[in-house]
Every structure is written in C-alpha cells, then in structure tokens.
C-alpha cells in the first residue's frame, strides 16, 4: 500500500499541491486524473522522491524519506513522461539498464533473457538490436515500459508487493498498444503489485482503473471507485467542461470507445 | 552512429540482439595489449640512442660494454621510464575524465580542456610556480612535491563545480548554456593566468610557456610520485562509476528511481574528474583533445556501455598519449615537439569530423 498522508509540494516558489492524501493499494490500479496544471505529475514526481514535499509518504507502512535509493528502487518502478538519450544505445541496451538496482524476482540464468521478454510484452519483440534514437516516439515510450518491467518483474517477492508508477504511460499510443500497455498495468495490479497510474483518456481510466483520484488546482477533488468518481458532477467539478457519464451522441455520429474491444472479445467467447 | 555499427552475425543464437558486451571485452583485450606495445615503443625511442634490449640483455648476462651500458640506464630508467608511466597515468587519466564529464553532462562533447575546467587547474598550478616561493611558501613546504598537482586539482575542482552548478538546472544541462559557461570560466580562469603571468619573472616566464604548451619532457621520478597516486585513486575510484553512468544517461530522475544515489555519485564524479585532469596538467600542462577522442572513438567501436568504454578509454588514452609523445621525440629529433601539440594536430580535425558527422537525433 501507498499512502500519501497531506502533502504540500511548492516548486519555484509556486505552491502547486495543497494538503493531497491518498491511497493505492497493492493489487490495485489506481489512476490520477485532472486538467493540465492540476498538479497530477507533480503528486507522481513527490512520490518518487523527484520534488521536496512536506506531509508523509509511506510505503507498505514505512516513509519513503527515510529508505535508500537502492532499496526504494527494489520495491518500485517509474515510467517517465519522455526521455531521450545523448548516447546511441541499443534498445537492448536500454531495458538492460532496469537491472541497474533493481530486483527482478526470476532465477539468474532467465535474468540473460529478461530484457528480450520484457520487449515481447510490450510487443517489441526483435527490437532489441535497433538504436533507440531511430524509434519513434510511441516505440521509445514502450521500451521505457520494458526497461521498467525489467526493474520489478515480479510483482510480489515473497509475499511482499512492488509498485509501477506510470506517468501517462499510453500518450503517445495508437490504441492497439494502449490497449495493449494498460493489460500488462492491470494484469501486474491483478498479480498483486500496486499500480499508480496518471491518465488523460477518461474511457482507458473507466476501461482499466480499480480506484481513481482527481485533482484539481492541487487538491483532491474526488476519489474513490470509478462508479463513484465518473459522475458528471464530478466531472464538471474536476475539467470544467459539462460531461454526460454514458451519454451517447445524437444518432449517425460515429464514436469509437476502448471499451468496445472488450464488447467484442466477450461476443465472440459468447 | 547506426550504420557506422554492425552487430557480427555469428553466435547470434547465444547472444540476445543488441547486446554488444561481447564487443567490448573483445576491445578491452585488445587495448591491454595495444598499450604493452606503446610501453615498449616508448622505452625503445628517444633522441639519444639508448638501447633498452641492451639494458635488458646486460641484466639477463649478455651485456659486454659496461660503460655503455651504464650510460644507458642513466637514460632508459631516469627518463625514459617515468617519461612513460607519466604518459600512461596521464594519458589514461585525461581520457577518463573527458568520458566521465561527457556522462555527468549527458554530452559527448563534454571535455575538460574544452569547457574550462583545464584551465582552472592550470590557473591553480601558475599561482604555485609564479608565487610558491614567495607568497604562498608556507603552502609549499607545507605539500612539497604535491603542492602542484594539489593546487591544480583545487582549481579544476573549483571550476567543475561552479560550472555544474552554472551549467545544469533540475538535471537537465543545455549543451550551449555549458559550452558558454566553459568559455566564461575558462576566460576569467585565462585572465587571472595572464596577471600572474606578468608578473613572474624571466625564468618563471620560461618554464610556464613550456609547461603551458603541454609536454612530458620534464618527467621525473619526482612528477611520477607527485602526480601518480591522485591519478591512480581517480581512476579506480572511477571504475565504480560505470552502471551509474549508464543510468545517468536516462536523466537524474531516472538514474535516481533506477537506484543510483545520485548526489553522491555526483560528487564523486566532480571530484574524480578534478584530480585526474589537475594531477596531469600540474605535471603536463595543456594536453587536450585527449579526453574527447579516445570515448568518442571507443563509442563508434563498442557502444556506449561504460562498463566497458572505461576501461577502453583508460587504456587507448594511454596509448595514443604514449604515441604522440614518441612522435613528439622523433618528428624533429634531436629537439623534440611540446605533445599538446601532436594532440592538438589530431584531436582538432578530429572535432571538426565529429561536428560535421553529428546526428540531430543524438540532442547534440
């Protein structure tokens, strides 16, 4: 379990969250959600010791502040919104790094095979011998995943759960491998490790999220199960913007929802 | 670098695509092997004509002519032989300050001699030879043989750190902002050089511009023992630095949430590159280019692993110093050329190829 007990966090001089609590609780994938500027990366940036903060972070019952990179860093994993490299590395060569200090859980001879398996799951297989820099934005995105993935693969070691924090993980995806991405998140949570993950698309947070949280100028605006968050009250109260939860548009409009993957998949097993 | 790379296809079954460690334990082999043969080719050549397979000879029973012999190790083991260590500890230690700058940077053209971090340390070492007999005697006598490098490294210390903090914002560093912030310092470092410089006197005058051009000539024992240690310790210290260099590349943040301590990495590494560059250009003055050729070359061969491109770079610095300074003996022997500028005649094109040849992708 995460639990961010009332933090403030001030950058520039400028104070961006006011008193933010919150849980997230292993086996779960709890999203954040809120407008631009509403202080989401900031809370993930707190919780990965980027920004100073004041208030208590604990994680599985210990402050944050007080353990070690190296340890912190064998009990959970973070995805950047970009990142880019001045060196022409390998794809390989990249996920390789997630073994810098972390703790995989698999035997040491699967450890040689990790990074071309953590590709596979982000379906980048036979990636791993082209430069990072030739990749396009979408495909350096999920060889951070991958990277990541090689950091905390095993959700739970001995009965003790790790955590992915995801910074927009699918925001520069076609909807194939945002589909794709969000499984390998849930299906981490459903394994029994915590996920924390900062969403814009409001369909993929209904499809995929267990619990939400919503800021809004820096402060907790709602949170909870997304039946309870996904209201148009809140929804209006959060972006600004008057929102019909399951409305659909007049008829003839064409409208695409993730969801309907799921619809189609189930009809076919029917 | 794509395209100038290609992966060998043998093995490929054993060996994950993409990994390249292969590669560079293959270069790192073959670089201690490149390096034994400078070391000979630096005991064997030199203006006088010393034999070092005599002296050799002599100590394994074969020598005849005693007097010449002895002449010979006059030669071979008081200047030769800590002309060659100095060549291997400075040639090594100039390239793995330039690699460990261009790592903390998150730049390939980072360099000490380039970003003024050289002439900090030559500033420390002009105040020590224009006023260690005057005004800072106490100092002096205090450090003796090591006061040099030791102000040398106080300088460059200095400069590496206000240029850091000058260079970099939220871990981020703009390359232009470190290139102008090396220029600024390296000018103001210059210009305090310059009034000192002024007021030295004639033989003080002479030994700076030799000192100042870059040369081994001057290597005693003395300089080996001065120089060496704080060489050596930055070197090894720099050997636990590789993975976090690796990480470093990802950004602070990212290094951080991979498990490398970041601020004392850091200052490890500021420090690391402080003594190197100081303790050589205490000793040697102004050999550059060193410590931006060698990682740059070693990155097109092996990747920028600096698992293995610093052992590489320790020992093809070593090597291509020892081959300049060999060259710098024989070009117009019997006089001989200050090495900073044998360096400077391959490291300048050698710059212009790699401005010319840079890939936008890369964030140069």
Partial sequence: MIAIDSIDVSVGGR??????????????LTAIIGPNGSGKSTLLKALCRDYAYSGTIFLDGRDIATMSPVEIASLRAVLPQSSNLPFPFTVREVVAMG??????????????????????????????????GELSGGEQQRVQLARVLCQVWEPVISGVPRYLFLDEPVSSLDIKHQLMIMDVAKSFARS??????????????????????????????????????????????????????????????????????????????? | MAGTMTLPASNTLARPAGDRSHIGRITVIG????????MVLSM???????SAINLV?????????????????????????????????????????????????????ADPGLVGVSSGAALGAVIIIVLGGTALAPFTTALGIWSLPAAAFGGGLLTTFVLYRVATRGGQTAIATMLLAGIAIGALAGAFSGVLTYIASENQL?????????????????????????????????????????????????????????????RITIVAVAAATGASVAVSGGIGFVGIVVPHLLRLVIGPDHRYLLPASALLGATFLLFCDALSRTIVAPAELPIGIVTAAFGGPFFLWILLHRRSAFAW
């Fill in chain 1, 99 to 132: 073994l810098t200090a972390g703790r995989p859980g698999v035997h040491p001879r699967a450890l040689q095979h990790l990074p071309e398996e953590a590709l596979a799951r982000v379906d980048l297989a036979g990636f791993g011998a082209r430069f990072y």
């Fill in chain 2, 57 to 109: 000879g002599h100590w394994l029973g074969f020598g005849t002519d005693d007097a010449a012999v002895f002449k010979d190790y006059a030669v071979i083991v008081n200047i030769r032989m800590p002309r060659m260590i100095l060549g291997v500890l400075i040639g090594a230690g100039l390239a793995v300050s330039g690699l460990l700058m261009q790592g903390l940077f998150r730049n390939p053209l």
């Fill in chain 1, 15 to 28: 104070k961006i969250l006011h008193g933010v609590s919150m849980e997230a609780p292993a086996g779960k």
């Fill in chain 2, 44 to 50: 064997t050549t030199g203006a006088s004509g010393a």
């Fill in chain 1, 192 to 270: 029994g490790g915590g996920v924390i993950a900062v969403l814009h698309d409001l369909n993929l947070t209904a499809l995929y999220a267990d619990a939400i949280t919503a800021l809004r100028e820096g402060q907790v605006v709602a949170s909870g199960r997304p039946e309870a968050v996904l209201t148009d009250s809140v929804l209006e109260a959060v972006f600004d913007v008057p929102l019909k939860v399951g409305a659909a548009p007049r008829p003839g409009t064409p409208f695409v929802l993730p969801q309907s993957v799921q619809l189609t998949k189930s009809m076919q097993v029917a």
């Fill in chain 2, 31 to 38: 670089l201690v092997f490149a390096l034994l043969a400078a």
């Fill in chain 2, 206 to 266: 002479r030994d700076l511009t030799f000192w100042g051009m870059g040369s081994l000539a001057g290597a005693t024992w003395i300089k080996v023992l001065a120089a060496g240690p704080i060489i050596f310790v930055a070197l090894a210290a720099a050997g636990f630095l590789a993975k976090g260099l690796n990480a470093m590349t990802l950004g602070e943040a990212t290094a951080s949430h991979l498990g490398v301590p970041v601020q004392r990495f850091k």
